[in-house]
C-alpha cells in the first residue's frame, strides 16, 4: 500500500492481522497519530510509516512489539509454496494468506517484492531474506516529543529511522541495547543533551547520523564501530565538541583568574571611595567656580553689564511665552 494517495487514520482493523510481518505504507497522505492498536501486531518485523503526515508522539509501545525476534527455524518466507490447511483464504499482503474469521495465517510463495530503505538507500528484497531483516522507519513525519526509552528494547532491530521529524529531548541511553542495529538516523530533529557514549557498544552499527540537531558535548569516542564515522554525521550541531569536529571541549573547571596585587589595590580604592570626602570636594569645587565667577563680574564692569542683560532677556522671554501661549489656550477653550 505504498505510494498511493490513501489519507485518513489508520483503520483499528488492521490490529486484528495478528500474524501480519510486512507492513509498508510509506509515501501516503496519512496523518494523525500513529495509533497504539499497530502495536497489537506483535509478529511484525518491517514497518515503514514513512513520508507521510503523522504527529504526535511515537507510541512507547513498540519497543514491546517482535521486529526481528522470530525462530530462527520458522522460514516464513518460503521459496516455495506450503499448505497447513484445506479451506481456502484471503490474500493480505507480503507472503501471507490469513484465513476470513481470522483465523491462523497460511505461508505460501513470495513472488513480489519489498522495498525498505536500509543504510541510507532504498533497495528491493524478496524470498529467504526477509526472515532475517526488521526495521522500524518513522521518518518524514511530523512527531513530536522525546524518544520513547522502550525503544531500547528493540534488542533484535536492524534498522531504526526517526530522521526529519520535531523529535526533542535527549537520545536515549537505552539504545545501547539494541545490540543487532545496522543503521540509525536520528538526523533532522531537535534532539539536545549529550550522545549517550554507551552507543560505542553497537557492534554492528554501520550507518549512524545524529546531524542538524541541538546537541552538545563530546562525540563519542572513534572506537569500534565509532571509528568509521566522520564529522558529517554529526555535522550543524554547533555545540558538539571533540578532536574529529576540530573543536575542543572545556571538560575542566576554568582556573580562577587572579589579579595582580597592584590591580587589587587600584579596585579597592575606585569601590571603597570615602563618600564624606566626595561630596565634601564636590561642594568646595562649586562654591570655588561661583566664586570665581562672581569675582570676575565684580572687576569687570563690561561683563558685568552683558551678564544682566542676559538675565533680564531670559525674564522678559520667559514671561511673553507664557502670556503667549495661555492667551492661545483660553481661546482654544472659549471657542
Same mark, same amino acid.
Given at each position: 500500500?505504498?505510494?498511493?494517495?490513501?489519507?485518513?487514520?489508520?483503520?483499528?482493523?488492521?490490529?486484528?492481522?495478528?500474524?501480519?510481518? =510486512? !507492513?509498508? +505504507?510509506?509515501? /501516503?497522505? %496519512?496523518?494523525?497519530? #500513529? $495509533?497504539?492498536?499497530?502495536?497489537? @501486531?506483535? *509478529? &511484525?518485523?518491517?514497518?515503514?510509516?514513512?513520508?507521510?503526515?503523522?504527529?504526535?508522539?511515537?507510541?512507547?509501545?513498540?519497543?514491546?512489539?517482535?521486529?526481528?525476534?522470530?525462530?530462527?527455524?520458522?522460514?516464513?518466507?518460503?521459496?516455495?509454496?506450503?499448505?497447513?490447511?484445506?479451506?481456502?483464504?484471503?490474500?493480505?499482503?507480503?507472503?501471507?494468506?490469513?484465513?476470513?474469521?481470522?483465523?491462523?495465517?497460511?505461508?505460501?510463495?513470495?513472488?513480489?517484492?519489498?522495498?525498505?530503505?536500509?543504510?541510507?538507500?532504498?533497495?528491493?528484497?524478496?524470498?529467504?531474506?526477509?526472515?532475517?531483516?526488521?526495521?522500524?522507519?518513522?521518518?518524514?513525519?511530523?512527531?513530536?516529543?522525546?524518544?520513547?526509552?522502550?525503544?531500547?528494547?528493540?534488542?533484535?532491530?536492524? =534498522? !531504526?529511522? +526517526?530522521?526529519? /521529524?520535531? %523529535?526533542?529531548?535527549? #537520545? $536515549?541511553?537505552?539504545?545501547?541495547? @539494541?545490540? *543487532? &542495529?545496522?543503521?540509525?538516523?536520528?538526523?533532522?530533529?531537535?534532539?539536545?543533551?549529550?550522545?549517550?557514549?554507551?552507543?560505542?557498544?553497537?557492534?554492528?552499527?554501520?550507518?549512524?547520523?545524529?546531524?542538524?540537531?541541538?546537541?552538545?558535548?563530546?562525540?563519542?569516542?572513534?572506537?569500534?564501530?565509532?571509528?568509521?564515522?566522520?564529522?558529517?554525521?554529526?555535522?550543524?550541531?554547533?555545540?558538539?565538541?571533540?578532536?574529529?569536529?576540530?573543536?575542543?571541549?572545556?571538560?575542566?573547571?576554568?582556573?580562577?583568574?587572579?589579579?595582580?596585587?597592584?590591580?587589587?589595590?587600584?579596585?579597592?580604592?575606585?569601590?571603597?571611595?570615602?563618600?564624606?570626602?566626595?561630596?565634601?570636594?564636590?561642594?568646595?569645587?562649586?562654591?570655588?567656580?561661583?566664586?570665581?565667577?562672581?569675582? =570676575? !563680574?565684580?572687576?569687570?564692569?563690561?561683563?558685568?553689564?552683558?551678564?544682566?542683560?542676559?538675565?533680564?532677556?531670559?525674564?522678559?522671554?520667559?514671561?511673553?511665552?507664557?502670556?503667549?501661549?495661555?492667551?492661545?489656550?483660553?481661546?482654544?477653550?472659549?471657542?
Amino acid at each position: 500500500m505504498r505510494g498511493n494517495r490513501l489519507f485518513g487514520n489508520v483503520p483499528n482493523s488492521i490490529s486484528r492481522l495478528l500474524e501480519l510481518r =510486512i !507492513l509498508l +505504507l510509506r509515501g /501516503n497522505f %496519512l496523518g494523525g497519530f #500513529i $495509533p497504539n492498536h499497530l502495536c497489537h @501486531l506483535t *509478529q &511484525i518485523s518491517l514497518m515503514d510509516l514513512s513520508n507521510n503526515s503523522f504527529s504526535g508522539p511515537i507510541p512507547k509501545c513498540f519497543g514491546f512489539t517482535q521486529f526481528g525476534e522470530i525462530n530462527k527455524d520458522e522460514n516464513v518466507f518460503e521459496e516455495s509454496s506450503s499448505s497447513r490447511y484445506g479451506w481456502s483464504f484471503t490474500d493480505i499482503y507480503a507472503g501471507h494468506m490469513v484465513k476470513a474469521w481470522e483465523y491462523e495465517a497460511l505461508v505460501f510463495e513470495e513472488t513480489g517484492e519489498v522495498e525498505f530503505v536500509t543504510k541510507n538507500r532504498l533497495d528491493s528484497y524478496r524470498g529467504e531474506i526477509l526472515n532475517i531483516m526488521s526495521g522500524l522507519d518513522l521518518s518524514c513525519n511530523n512527531l513530536t516529543g522525546e524518544i520513547p526509552n522502550e525503544l531500547g528494547m528493540l534488542s533484535s532491530i536492524h =534498522i !531504526l529511522n +526517526l530522521s526529519h /521529524n520535531q %523529535l526533542k529531548g535527549p #537520545i $536515549p541511553k537505552s539504545f545501547s541495547n @539494541l545490540s *543487532q &542495529i545496522e543503521s540509525l538516523d536520528l538526523s533532522y530533529n531537535k534532539l539536545s543533551g549529550e550522545i549517550p557514549p554507551e552507543l560505542v557498544e553497537l557492534n554492528f552499527l554501520a550507518v549512524f547520523s545524529v546531524a542538524h540537531n541541538n546537541l552538545s558535548g563530546r562525540v563519542p569516542d572513534t572506537k569500534a564501530q565509532f571509528g568509521t564515522f566522520d564529522e558529517i554525521n554529526y555535522e550543524d550541531n554547533p555545540f558538539l565538541c571533540g578532536p574529529l569536529l576540530k573543536r575542543k571541549c572545556n571538560t575542566g573547571i576554568e582556573p580562577s583568574y587572579s589579579p595582580p596585587e597592584s590591580s587589587r589595590e587600584s579596585e579597592a580604592k575606585w569601590y571603597d571611595i570615602d563618600h564624606v570626602v566626595f561630596f565634601a570636594s564636590f561642594i568646595t569645587s562649586y562654591i570655588m567656580i561661583l566664586l570665581g565667577f562672581a569675582t =570676575i !563680574l565684580y572687576i569687570n564692569p563690561y561683563w558685568r553689564q552683558r551678564w544682566l542683560y542676559f538675565i533680564e532677556e531670559c525674564i522678559y522671554s520667559c514671561y511673553y511665552f507664557v502670556l503667549d501661549t495661555r492667551s492661545k489656550l483660553l481661546a482654544y477653550l472659549y471657542n
